[in-house]
């Protein structure tokens, strides 16, 4: 490397680490603001503002206010499977990995009036809670697929069923609230729809999620 | 009923039927206008000309475009349900009568661009699918719960379950297609979501669709 081309990865890496920073603080302001006005309050402007950035600068990083949320988003997933992680405390079982994490999914997103708002009223058409959710449970699913735990001849149809399934639950919890044990049940009819028995699925979906 | 109840009578039928008519001549406009030029690139005031009335009588009938398309999906859900009917040949299994419903209704959402459109752009928050469907899989529903064929513990839960999961599919089926046999796919995994055997899913979800 000479020495031009070393002062030039210099100052990439700081011209780098200065647009993280301005994105974190973008991302906070925007959060905080948004957990203490609700989202629909908050403004582009009420985020820049808060965050001591200007417009263009906001729009380089973002393209929406919505898309603010999505590190956000990202963040509370990785926390949810490393929840699912601990929880099932190294079992493998796909079918239990899998109701695991649509348990701790349901209850995290109905709960943060963030995450809600993102996945109904965002603007997103029909955005897919499995593209939310990252890679790890579409990995369980296609090992449980690959080694005959699940009963699955179409996955890219089952995968959509079983998006759309979460997406209807969550949206009826919305609309009025949904007994207590609305996560498991959901949990169970996922498992039944990839071919996991009626009484296995029952029995998965309803283990402790307590630390083991 | 006086002589003057009775004619009060008259003309209310009268301005009803009017009202039924000038309806009927709305609807009818809209959908030729639509189907020929795709729903988006029609205006409310393209369907007032075509339909020769004001754009306050529109108003009085409909809320907007979107409601316009109502009557459609009502007639074509009726046709849904009598097929369903001719096809299952009087046979009650409430399996077989949804599993029926699920594969006719999907084919027949994907192929029509109006169907279509309202279920995905209409602008209706989630616009639930089972709403567009009427009553007739509901109360199979509840029957198959009622004589033991669906294990079925939440029915709140389950059917919005399924809901979201026919509106995950005909979106995943917008995005790129699915294969021919998608329709059947889901139906199976509608049925094994309601505690129907793998085994037995997947041969009711396959039974021929024509008239028997």
Known sequence: MTEMEASEATLS????RRRQRTQA???EAAERLMREHGVEAVTVQDITEAADVGHGTFYLHFESKAEVLRPLIDRMAERIHARVDRVTGGKRDPALRLATGVRIALYAIA???LWNWYVFRSGTPFRRLAEGMGTAPQEDMKRGVANGRF???NLRATWSFIDGALIGVLAAWNR???GDDAAEITAELVLRSLGVSTEEAARIAREPLELT
Chains 1, 2 share one sequence.
């Open 111 to 113: 709960s943060d009036p």
């Open 13 to 16: 890496t700081r011209t780098q």
């Open 151 to 153: 009963q699955v001849t």
């Open 25 to 27: 603080r973008i991302v």
């Open 176 to 178: 009025s609230g949904m």
